[in-house]
């Protein structure tokens, strides 16, 4: 069964930086992505930045240039950056397994319990 356990959230002032970790367990899919996600308050949950097992990222337009995503294999865990933080970035931010099914596309069936990020102006 596959474990995620996310950290990193905080409190930060708009243009500071954030580095969320997502730690994985359970995970054996060689065709793995893995994903970001977030939900504001009254906002449905949108996905920001995906990574698969070929390296590949993708992200949301919202987001582009001052996220990156990325994943060290040898720990199993997934990292966002996130630099240059927007009032608006506030949302619980949440990670994501799944499988690549044709890419770019994943289908995601495990998640984990959320981290908070609040940004003030």
């Known amino acids: 069964q596959v474990q995620l356990v996310e950290s990193g959230g905080g409190s930060v002032q708009a243009g500071g930086s954030l580095r969320l970790s997502c730690a994985a367990s359970g995970y054996t899919y060689k065709n793995y992505c893995m994903g970001w996600f977030r939900q504001a308050p009254g906002k449905a949950r949108e996905i920001i930045a995906r990574i698969a097992f070929d390296g590949s990222t993708t992200y949301t337009y919202s987001v582009t240039g001052r996220f990156t995503i990325s994943i060290d294999n040898a720990e199993n865990t997934m990292f966002l950056q996130i630099d240059s933080l927007k009032p608006e970035d506030t949302a619980m931010y949440y990670c994501?397994?799944?499988?690549?099914?044709?890419?770019?596309?994943?289908?995601?069936?495990?998640w984990g319990q959320g981290t908070q990020v609040t940004v003030s102006s």
């Open positions: 994501a397994a799944g499988v690549v099914t044709v890419l770019p596309s994943c289908s995601f069936n495990s």
